[in-house]
T-cell receptor, first 110, second 116 residues
């Protein structure tokens, strides 16, 4: 079983739609969680950290479910510019080394 | 704002050459990392360093070495380049960890390396 699993997609949605991605992780000692966005042929960029109580940044909402060992990302009112690959990142407590999922591809069309 | 700078965006080298990829960060981060990213395989960790002159192997260190003589600079070296090392190379840095810290990694722009 992969340590961090994501549905590769692509998720193909119209502008204005709401879309959600999940990411499951296998290491119960995981303490830090992040969502990154990666555009084609570019570097990953931090989208948001994920906190235990859940957090929101504009149209983006991240949730953590420790009992079921998954994190989620919800994007409301999708824009064309949201088209990208979204990487889930998980890191065990006290470790320098994060584990990256392989990413979920999102395509927002007019 | 954190700035991680990689020396080249695109690089073309020949098989057997010794190749140096340089990475500099300006935020006094303790940790630095080198990854390669290939289609369908995601990000794979080559080496990381948690302090000057300290280095640890990642998942795929074979054929690579690293150097960290100064805190801000982390170099990746391909000892004798081969065609299977053609890839996107990404450098990242982060602050040292604590149990309650949620410090993310910050990435450079990447170097697209082609070995002919």
């Amino acid at each position: 079983r992969k340590e961090v699993e994501q549905d590769p997609g692509p998720f193909n949605v119209p502008e204005g739609a709401t879309v959600a991605f999940n990411c499951t992780y296998s290491n119960s000692a995981s303490q830090s969680f992040f969502w990154y966005r990666q555009d084609c042929r570019k570097e990953p960029k931090l989208l948001m950290s994920v906190y235990s109580s859940g957090n929101e940044d504009g149209r983006f909402t991240a949730q953590l479910n420790r009992a079921s060992q998954y994190i989620s990302l919800l994007i409301r009112d999708s824009k064309l510019s949201d088209s990208a690959t979204y990487l889930c990142v998980v890191r065990p407590g006290g470790s320098y080394i994060p584990t990256f999922g392989r990413g979920t591809s999102l395509i927002v069309h007019p | 704002d954190v700035k991680v700078t990689q020396s080249s965006r695109y690089l073309v080298k020949r098989t057997g050459e010794k190749v140096f990829l340089e990475c500099v960060q300006d935020m006094d981060h303790e940790n630095m990392f080198w990854y390669r990213q290939d289609p369908g395989l995601g990000l794979r960790l080559i080496y990381f360093s948690y302090d000057v002159k300290m280095k640890e192997k990642g998942d795929i260190p074979e054929g690579y070495s690293v150097s960290r003589e100064k805190k801000e600079r982390f170099s990746l070296i391909l000892e004798s380049a081969s065609t299977n090392q053609t890839s996107m190379y990404l450098c990242a840095s982060s602050l040292a960890q604590s149990y309650i810290s949620n410090q993310p990694q910050h990435f450079g722009d990447g170097t697209r390396l082609s070995i002919l």
